[in-house]
């Protein structure tokens, strides 16, 4: 028997039974399958109708529990965080051991696939070679509260060369308005790249 017909053959044992609760599907309990992952599930397993955008399905689609969660933190990156990322801010950048920074815009391109620099240079870093996304902070108000987030450092692969090359992006601090623009644009680069690192493990 060839590995392919039982390969086909073990996916059809896995749909005989819920994935979830174990719920063996029958005239009563219907097999349904999450948007997202594609496995089996009861009814009662898979209820949860939330919209997939990353899919293309703008409308709510049902999905399991552990997707539907995935699927409403992305929404909510669609409709609060992506717009400052494609606005973009101003940053001091430093390519990898340089000591002279270099004041270039930073945003992300419309397809979402590129990290764009710009400034006497151009740079286009692909969002799926980076590896590290740190956000670098500045001590503690006094009475409490967050750290002030004063840059951050990602690395990165460029694709057809070895090693990581890294760069640190610093927020200018003499421009309130565009201080304010910069670590919103932080806040979302950093909660963009946990989505993304979410949905790889998946």
């Known amino acids: 028997m060839s590995s392919e017909v039982s390969a086909r053959r073990d996916a059809k044992k896995l749909c005989r039974r819920c994935m979830q609760c174990d719920a063996k599907f029958d005239f009563l309990t219907r097999k349904h399958h999450c948007r997202r992952c594609g496995k089996c599930f009861c009814d009662r397993c898979c209820s949860q109708k939330v919209p997939l955008r990353r899919m293309c399905f703008v409308?709510?689609?049902r999905q399991c529990a552990e997707c539907a969660l995935v699927s409403l933190k992305e929404a909510e990156f669609y409709d609060k965080q992506l717009k400052v990322l494609l606005s973009g801010a101003t940053f001091l950048v430093t390519f990898g051991n340089s000591e002279k920074p270099e004041t270039m815009t930073c945003r992300l391109s419309n397809n979402q696939r590129y990290l764009f620099l710009d400034g006497d240079s151009h740079y286009e870093i692909e969002i799926v070679h980076i590896s590290?996304?740190?956000?670098?902070?500045?001590?503690?108000?006094p009475g409490g509260g967050n750290a002030r987030a004063t840059g951050m450092f990602l690395q990165y692969t460029v694709p057809g060369t070895e090693g990581v090359t890294q760069l640190k992006l610093t927020v200018v601090e003499?421009?309130?308005v565009g201080r304010?623009?910069?670590?919103a644009w932080l806040v979302a680069m950093h909660k963009a790249a946990k989505l993304l690192y979410e949905s790889r493990d998946q």
Request: zero cysteines; glycine letters at 4%; hydrophobic letters at 40%.
């Open 59 to 61: 409308d709510p689609v």
């Open 132 to 141: 590290t996304v740190q956000i670098l902070t500045e001590g503690f108000p």
């Open 174 to 176: 003499d421009v309130t």
């Open 180 to 183: 304010r623009q910069a670590v």
